[in-house]
């Protein structure tokens, strides 16, 4: 790890270093800091400082989750459904949910292929 304030690249975009207490986060820890960094990263490039616009959001998930989102039909549809406020921008909370959606079918995926 480089100073406080380095950047680390991580695929395309470079993140901020990892804070001098790293060594004591869990791997859970160390995912969730990744995703806050990663949403921090694309927010506000376009619209709101705190908010992702459709074009953002899709960059975010090209870029973080190609594998994952090749599977996922229709993401405008999702898109829709996520921004309760129909503002069209994503808020931090409305890109959580997506995660949790793509983890609970990830996961639903693993268990159909245990059986």
């Given at each position: 790890m480089g100073p406080p304030g380095a950047?680390?690249?991580?695929?395309?975009?470079?993140?901020p270093a990892a804070p001098m207490a790293a060594a004591e986060l869990t791997p859970v820890e160390m995912a969730i800091e990744t995703i806050v960094t990663v949403f921090?990263?694309?927010?506000?490039?376009e619209g709101r400082t705190e908010t992702l616009t459709p074009t953002a959001f899709q960059e975010l998930l090209r870029l973080q989750?190609?594998?994952?989102?090749k599977d996922v039909p229709s993401l405008e549809e999702q898109m829709r459904a996520l921004d309760?406020?129909?503002?069209?921008?994503?808020?931090f909370d409305d890109f959580w949910r997506l995660l949790g959606k793509l983890v609970q079918a990830l996961r639903g995926e693993k268990?159909?292929?245990?059986?």
């Open positions: 950047t680390v690249p991580f695929r395309d975009s470079p993140l921090v990263s694309h927010a506000g490039r989750l190609p594998s994952v989102m309760v406020s129909a503002d069209q921008e994503l808020t268990e159909e292929r245990k059986k």
